[in-house]
């Protein structure tokens, strides 16, 4: 037995045993469901080899699954997050309902990613992808709040995109008679080219759906925010990267082959822009935390998309760097904000204010991720960033620079809204009771929080695996090209050195916290944030001085026009057109056995009044 | 390494904007028709303030809000070239671009707006908001004009755009004038005085975020501009006025540049947020446009 094969079975065992382990113990169940998650990455990381294909004969269809370093360096994603989120979901899940039904679909969820990974044959690849579609579509439900809008929505779009999928899965066979994705890339540049166009659009829309592209991007934000935080933070971070996988794998390596490439490129790169303005402004709007992140999370796939689309080597560099930090920080983030609700039991920045004194390691590891999604040095996300910037400036991608730069900056918006919403402002006594989350919780958070920091300066960590998954995709070695351990470089050879600018930055601001706290933090004393100068008069206990309400209104006001059409809407007036066309069949379809039977009546007279002319 | 030459640098640029700050006290006052404080009316201010003792504090993020501000302000100068051939000032001008730049100098802001988060006082959060409001607007024309002169001059580094100045001849303000337009009327949003002074709003938030702030909080905040100051406008010499050979030049060609956002707010009563960010997604980002458009075409 192969040792994919043992992993596949751990996973799927281990989630059938842990769903009935419920039933004799709690604590057992919380054991056995850790190892069913921590042991297959273990030994997926210690003792798969790359480049060696195992075979699976069921029904006369040979399922091919195998690894190479590309999907390798997604695997690192999927199981390095995944395990974070299970050792958080732990601290999460303690005193929930229905811990077993969650721990179910969260095991069969990480396996049906890494079986994505590792298909090398599209009939597997389908049936991962559903897999997927529904572990994750049963843990949004799990709350039971709102199935029929949100769950629906959720599945309707993903049943659209695995629909189209499936069509090309049949296209593809039909024309070359093979299921190997390999062999596909190779037959691609041969077919005709209404194939050349069609094959990759029915592949883009499912994939588009997973990576929440506009338009299909409108089951994301509900999704994301009712889907329990342990699982939203695999979810965003590493669920949503399948997309951009299949983009990557399927798409960039396919429509490479032949000229017209280029076109379906360019589209698909001013999507991810349009994408990214338009989440970010959404995002700065909603005044719930789940919601926020939700269409950050939207905003931030929109860069991705931007990366992979442009397809040079440092483009794809920064596309899957941003990748690997969005599955941090926004992993992170959900954490965060799955902490603050399981301690104040709301994530409403309207309720809740002022718990930086109460939470200060969810602090620290919120502001550690913020920084990083706005992409400011010394953290990872500036890496990101910054090559994102120079491969569109380097490629002659003007105006979408300019694009992705407004989004960006946008972004510092959310960005202060999270934190402030949650952490500072006035600290009020409906909150006093609140204590730091537990430690099972706060470990993973701050430990993604520190491998942020440690990717600002040393980034090479994470690039090389991307190289290495590049350089099998045909893409040129770029090392010391684009990057080194600590030192990243453009195509016209500009260079930022990290290094060093880390070392200026913490020596200026320990120079500057020793010179405040000289003489300074031990004999001042802490005040409230009552005690501040409202106007010259001291506020009493009980005046309200919260301000979270119309946050960002100036900034919405001057982009109100940009806002005023929604996709969702267009969405909600087709239903509505197909909800009134069956009423119109329903008329038909009565289910009433008399009228059936006038039918079949109507047709016999019909066919024998008729039956020169048809016959 | 050349810590020597840091702290050169800094103490040139700390005292070349407290005296900016300090002249644009007196000229507003002559403009106004009042005698004005002193030129180095800012010295004794900052001196003041910082042999004050502080008997509050906000908490920890309220304590080193001031730290992070000054960390931006002091990076940022050790990026941006001070004088093109000096032995001086090289620092880590060759270690990071201009892409670079424009997102260390927002560190500061973001650290210091969690600062004053902290404090509780709702004009803080208010003037926060509006700040990075106005941000976004003018940040538009400004990385506009920089992607079109990188694009012209097939380099992001700012030692590179000013060896391209050199090597042509001319100043990128003549090369590429639309450019230049639009640099200069996003640094009248970088600066903040008024008609952009949304952030500090002194009649109506009080001074925004610096409100809570007392002693050396306040003298590490008011340096941090100081600095912040000096190096923008060093910033725009060196990219469109072909950089300075000597302390001299320098002097006069920021001087001149400073100039311009102080006789503008001189004139000009202050907008609100939405109004401030509108004017800078208007004729800045029109010219912004066709500098890229000439930076395509030429």
């Given at each position: 037995?192969?040792?994919?094969?043992?992993?596949?079975?751990?996973?799927?065992?281990g989630a059938i045993i842990t769903y009935f382990a419920g039933k004799v113990s709690k604590v057992l169940q919380d054991i056995l469901f850790l190892i069913s998650v921590l042991v297959p990455a273990y030994l997926f990381f210690a003792y798969v080899s790359m480049g060696k294909d195992v075979s699976l004969t069921l029904g006369g269809i040979s399922l091919i699954w195998g690894v190479n370093h590309f999907s390798w360096f997604f695997s690192l994603i999927v199981l390095g997050l995944g395990s974070m989120a299970a050792i958080y979901s732990l601290g999460f899940m303690k005193g929930k309902e229905r811990k077993g039904y969650f721990y179910f679909n969260f095991i069969l969820s990480i396996m049906s990613m890494m079986g994505i990974l590792l298909s090398q044959d599209l009939i597997s690849f389908f049936i991962f992808w559903e897999i997927?579609?529904?572990?994750?579509?049963?843990?949004?439900?799990?709350?039971?709040?709102?199935?029929?809008?949100?769950?629906?929505?959720?599945?309707?779009?993903?049943?659209?995109?695995?629909?189209?999928?499936?069509?090309?899965?049949?296209?593809?066979?039909?024309?070359?008679?093979?299921?190997?994705?390999?062999?596909?890339?190779?037959?691609?540049?041969?077919?005709?080219?209404?194939?050349?166009?069609?094959?990759?659009?029915?592949?883009?829309?499912?994939?588009?759906?997973?990576?929440?592209?506009?338009?299909?991007?409108?089951?994301?934000?509900?999704?994301?925010?009712?889907?329990?935080?342990?699982?939203?933070?695999?979810?965003?971070?590493?669920?949503?990267?399948?997309?951009?996988?299949?983009?990557?794998?399927?798409?960039?390596?396919?429509?490479?082959?032949?000229?017209?490439?280029?076109?379906?490129?360019?589209?698909?790169?001013?999507?991810?822009?349009?994408?990214?303005?338009?989440?970010?402004?959404?995002?700065?709007?909603?005044?719930?935390?789940?919601?926020?992140?939700?269409?950050?999370?939207?905003?931030?796939?929109?860069?991705?998309?931007?990366?992979?689309?442009?397809?040079?080597?440092?483009?794809?560099?920064?596309?899957?760097?941003?990748?690997?930090?969005?599955?941090?920080?926004?992993?992170?983030?959900?954490?965060?904000?799955?902490?603050?609700?399981?301690?104040?039991?709301?994530?409403?920045?309207?309720?809740?204010?002022?718990?930086?004194?109460?939470?200060?390691?969810?602090?620290?590891?919120?502001?550690?991720?913020?920084?990083?999604?706005?992409?400011?040095?010394?953290?990872?996300?500036?890496?990101?960033?910054?090559?994102?910037?120079?491969?569109?400036?380097?490629?002659?991608?003007?105006?979408?620079?300019?694009?992705?730069?407004?989004?960006?900056?946008?972004?510092?918006?959310?960005?202060?809204?999270?934190?402030?919403?949650?952490?500072?402002?006035?600290?009020?006594?409906?909150?006093?009771?609140?204590?730091?989350?537990?430690?099972?919780?706060?470990?993973?958070?701050?430990?993604?929080?520190?491998?942020?920091?440690?990717?600002?300066?040393?980034?090479?960590?994470?690039?090389?695996?991307?190289?290495?998954?590049?350089?099998?995709?045909?893409?040129?070695?770029?090392?010391?090209?684009?990057?080194?351990?600590?030192?990243?470089?453009?195509?016209?050879?500009?260079?930022?050195?990290?290094?060093?600018?880390?070392?200026?930055?913490?020596?200026?601001?320990?120079?500057?916290?020793?010179?405040?706290?000289?003489?300074?933090?031990?004999?001042?004393?802490?005040?409230?944030?009552?005690?501040?100068?409202?106007?010259?008069?001291?506020?009493?206990?009980?005046?309200?001085?919260?301000?979270?309400?119309?946050?960002?209104?100036?900034?919405?006001?001057?982009?109100?026009?940009?806002?005023?059409?929604?996709?969702?809407?267009?969405?909600?007036?087709?239903?509505?057109?197909?909800?009134?066309?069956?009423?119109f069949m329903r008329k038909v379809y009565t289910g009433n056995g008399q009228t059936y039977a006038i039918y079949v009546f109507i047709f016999v007279v019909v066919v024998l009044l008729f039956k020169n002319v048809l016959f | 390494m050349n810590i020597l030459g840091a702290v050169v640098t800094f103490l040139l640029a700390f005292v070349v904007g407290m005296t900016y700050g300090g002249l644009n006290r007196k000229i507003t006052a002559r403009i106004q028709n009042r005698k004005g404080p002193p030129f180095y009316q800012n010295f004794i201010d900052a001196f003041k303030l910082a042999s004050k003792k502080s008997a509050i504090h906000h908490g920890a993020m309220h304590h080193l809000g001031p730290a992070f501000l000054m960390v931006s302000s002091v990076v940022t100068l050790m990026i941006v070239p001070v004088l093109t051939h000096s032995?001086?000032?090289?620092?880590?001008?060759?270690?990071?671009?201009?892409?670079?730049?424009?997102?260390?100098?927002?560190?500061?802001?973001?650290?210091?707006?969690?600062?004053?988060?902290?404090?509780?006082?709702?004009?803080?959060?208010?003037?926060?908001?509006?700040?990075?409001?106005?941000?976004?607007?003018?940040?538009?024309?400004?990385?506009?004009?920089?992607?079109?002169?990188?694009?012209?001059?097939?380099?992001?580094?700012?030692?590179?755009?000013?060896?391209?100045?050199?090597?042509?001849?001319?100043?990128?303000?003549?090369?590429?004038?639309?450019?230049?337009?639009?640099?200069?009327?996003?640094?009248?949003?970088?600066?903040?005085?008024?008609?952009?002074?949304?952030?500090?709003?002194?009649?109506?938030?009080?001074?925004?975020?610096?409100?809570?702030?007392?002693?050396?909080?306040?003298?590490?905040?008011?340096?941090?501009?100081?600095?912040?100051?000096?190096?923008?406008?060093?910033?725009?010499?060196?990219?469109?006025?072909?950089?300075?050979?000597?302390?001299?030049?320098?002097?006069?060609?920021?001087?001149?540049?400073?100039?311009?956002?102080?006789?503008?707010?001189?004139?000009?009563?202050?907008?609100?947020?939405?109004?401030?960010?509108?004017?800078?997604?208007?004729?800045?980002?029109?010219?912004?446009?066709?500098?890229?458009?000439?930076?395509?075409?030429?």
């Amino acid at each position: 037995m192969e040792m994919i094969h043992i992993i596949f079975l751990i996973f799927f065992g281990g989630a059938i045993i842990t769903y009935f382990a419920g039933k004799v113990s709690k604590v057992l169940q919380d054991i056995l469901f850790l190892i069913s998650v921590l042991v297959p990455a273990y030994l997926f990381f210690a003792y798969v080899s790359m480049g060696k294909d195992v075979s699976l004969t069921l029904g006369g269809i040979s399922l091919i699954w195998g690894v190479n370093h590309f999907s390798w360096f997604f695997s690192l994603i999927v199981l390095g997050l995944g395990s974070m989120a299970a050792i958080y979901s732990l601290g999460f899940m303690k005193g929930k309902e229905r811990k077993g039904y969650f721990y179910f679909n969260f095991i069969l969820s990480i396996m049906s990613m890494m079986g994505i990974l590792l298909s090398q044959d599209l009939i597997s690849f389908f049936i991962f992808w559903e897999i997927m579609t529904w572990t994750s579509y049963l843990i949004t439900i799990y709350s039971g709040n709102d199935i029929q809008r949100i769950g629906i929505k959720y599945f309707v779009f993903s049943a659209i995109g695995a629909y189209a999928m499936l069509m090309a899965i049949v296209m593809v066979h039909h024309l070359s008679g093979t299921f190997l994705i390999g062999d596909m890339i190779k037959i691609y540049p041969h077919m005709s080219l209404s194939m050349q166009i069609w094959i990759p659009i029915l592949f883009l829309m499912a994939f588009g759906v997973k990576a929440a592209m506009m338009p299909l991007h409108v089951w994301a934000p509900d999704a994301y925010s009712n889907a329990p935080m342990a699982y939203t933070s695999v979810f965003s971070g590493a669920l949503s990267k399948m997309g951009i996988y299949g983009m990557v794998i399927i798409l960039v390596t396919m429509t490479n082959q032949i000229p017209q490439g280029t076109w379906f490129r360019e589209i698909l790169a001013w999507l991810g822009g349009i994408t990214a303005a338009l989440g970010t402004l959404w995002a700065i709007r909603q005044d719930d935390a789940k919601k926020l992140l939700a269409y950050s999370s939207v905003a931030q796939l929109g860069y991705i998309i931007t990366g992979i689309a442009i397809g040079t080597e440092l483009a794809m560099l920064a596309g899957l760097f941003l990748a690997v930090m969005h599955a941090l920080f926004k992993g992170t983030l959900f954490m965060v904000t799955g902490a603050v609700e399981k301690q104040t039991g709301t994530t409403n920045f309207n309720e809740v204010t002022g718990l930086i004194r109460k939470m200060p390691w969810t602090f620290l590891a919120a502001l550690l991720s913020i920084i990083a999604l706005a992409g400011i040095p010394p953290l990872g996300g500036f890496v990101g960033k910054w090559m994102l910037y120079e491969s569109l400036i380097t490629s002659n991608h003007y105006l979408l620079v300019i694009l992705v730069f407004f989004s960006s900056t946008a972004a510092f918006l959310y960005c202060y809204k999270f934190l402030f919403g949650f952490f500072l402002g006035q600290e009020e006594k409906e909150w006093s009771h609140v204590k730091e989350a537990p430690a099972v919780m706060v470990v993973p958070m701050v430990l993604m929080g520190l491998f942020m920091f440690v990717l600002g300066t040393f980034p090479g960590i994470v690039l090389k695996p991307i190289n290495n998954g590049l350089v099998d995709l045909g893409f040129v070695d770029s090392f010391k090209h684009l990057w080194n351990s600590s030192i990243i470089l453009n195509g016209w050879g500009n260079q930022v050195v990290l290094q060093p600018i880390l070392y200026y930055i913490i020596a200026v601001f320990v120079f500057f916290a020793i010179f405040l706290s000289w003489k300074g933090f031990r004999t001042t004393r802490y005040v409230t944030t009552k005690d501040i100068s409202s106007s010259g008069e001291v506020p009493a206990e009980d005046e309200n001085l919260t301000f979270s309400v119309g946050f960002m209104q100036p900034f919405l006001r001057a982009v109100a026009p940009a806002m005023r059409r929604q996709i969702d809407k267009y969405y909600t007036g087709i239903a509505e057109g197909l909800e009134s066309l069956f009423e119109f069949m329903r008329k038909v379809y009565t289910g009433n056995g008399q009228t059936y039977a006038i039918y079949v009546f109507i047709f016999v007279v019909v066919v024998l009044l008729f039956k020169n002319v048809l016959f | 390494m050349n810590i020597l030459g840091a702290v050169v640098t800094f103490l040139l640029a700390f005292v070349v904007g407290m005296t900016y700050g300090g002249l644009n006290r007196k000229i507003t006052a002559r403009i106004q028709n009042r005698k004005g404080p002193p030129f180095y009316q800012n010295f004794i201010d900052a001196f003041k303030l910082a042999s004050k003792k502080s008997a509050i504090h906000h908490g920890a993020m309220h304590h080193l809000g001031p730290a992070f501000l000054m960390v931006s302000s002091v990076v940022t100068l050790m990026i941006v070239p001070v004088l093109t051939h000096s032995q001086w000032f090289p620092n880590l001008n060759f270690q990071g671009d201009l892409i670079f730049l424009l997102y260390i100098m927002t560190f500061g802001p973001l650290g210091m707006a969690l600062g004053a988060g902290q404090t509780g006082n709702p004009n803080s959060a208010i003037g926060v908001t509006r700040g990075l409001s106005q941000m976004v607007g003018f940040e538009i024309p400004w990385v506009m004009a920089l992607v079109a002169i990188m694009i012209q001059y097939h380099t992001t580094s700012i030692t590179g755009l000013m060896a391209a100045q050199a090597q042509s001849g001319t100043w990128l303000m003549f090369s590429s004038p639309f450019a230049f337009i639009a640099a200069i009327l996003a640094m009248l949003g970088m600066f903040g005085y008024s008609p952009f002074d949304v952030v500090i709003a002194p009649a109506e938030l009080a001074s925004g975020p610096a409100s809570e702030n007392g002693g050396k909080y306040l003298f590490t905040m008011m340096s941090s501009g100081s600095v912040f100051a000096f190096v923008k406008l060093t910033l725009y010499v060196d990219l469109f006025l072909g950089g300075a050979d000597n302390i001299i030049m320098l002097l006069i060609k920021t001087f001149a540049l400073y100039m311009i956002p102080v006789l503008y707010s001189n004139t000009s009563v202050r907008y609100r947020t939405e109004q401030s960010i509108r004017w800078f997604w208007g004729w800045p980002t029109f010219f912004g446009l066709l500098a890229i458009l000439q930076a395509v075409i030429f």
